[in-house]
């Protein structure tokens, strides 16, 4: 079965205290991994997607590494504008999900970062 | 911005009524979604549409049904609402490259 796996659920950093956020899957072939931010209220919005293992992508504070088994979000010198939900999630190659489109979401990480 | 609208962007309705939730695009992706979002669940699929008129289950269908029409509209209903439908709805559309675009949310509470 698809899944994904994020952790921490939640994370306190102060500014400029960088972090990683980690995204751990399992999928029958991935077509796609997709990093998005969620602000309370709003809907996800995109950050990025990663195809292959040993893929980085970057934009501002943050960038997105892709292995075999997980993916890791790293904030660098956060400020307190950063802080919102961070959420993971894949699309299969194969199966259903890779007919549908169906992403498969982990359930999140809180970030808050304080001043 | 891919130019995803929701509309109503809040919603108090009765139990055992129905609901319509629209998601309009202004691009002409071929393929939408509709998303619920719950404390726990996090977003799990209700339906989607692969062009006008094609539509299919998602994991969590059972009391909702869809609608599309036209490229740009994609409809949400819930047929006679449960307490248990009270959640945060988004709409998606999938670009060429697989990448999905999230609309604003509607937060309906069925009362």
């Known amino acids: 079965e698809d899944q994904v796996t994020q952790s921490p659920e939640a994370l306190r950093l102060q500014e400029g205290e960088s972090s990683s956020l980690n995204c751990s899957y399992t999928v029958s072939g991935l077509r796609g991994l997709f990093w998005y931010r969620q602000d309370p209220g709003k809907g996800p919005e995109f950050l990025f997607t990663?195809?292959?293992a040993g893929e980085e992508k970057e934009k501002e504070r943050l960038k997105a590494t892709l292995t075999k088994k997980e993916s890791f979000l790293h904030i660098t010198a956060p400020k307190p504008e950063d802080s919102a939900t961070y959420l993971c999630a894949v699309q299969a190659r194969f199966g259903g999900s890779g007919n549908t489109g169906k992403l498969i979401f982990g359930q999140g990480t809180t970030l808050q970062v304080k001043p | 911005d891919a130019g995803i609208t929701q509309s109503p962007r809040h919603k108090v309705t009765e139990t055992g009524t129905p609901v319509t939730l629209r998601c309009h695009q202004t691009?002409?992706?071929?393929?939408m979604y509709w998303y619920r979002q719950d404390p726990g669940h996090g977003l799990r699929l209700i339906h989607y549409s692969y062009g006008v008129k094609d539509t299919d289950k998602g994991e969590v269908s059972d009391g909702y049904s869809v609608s599309r029409s036209k490229t740009e509209d994609f409809l949400l209903t819930l047929e006679s609402a449960t307490s248990s439908q009270t959640s945060v709805y988004f709409c998606?559309?999938?670009?060429?490259?697989?990448?999905?675009?999230f609309g604003p949310g509607t937060r309906l509470t069925v009362t």
């Open positions: 691009e002409n992706h071929r393929y």
């Open positions: 990663l195809y292959s």
């Open positions: 998606a559309l999938r670009t060429e490259n697989f990448e999905q675009y």
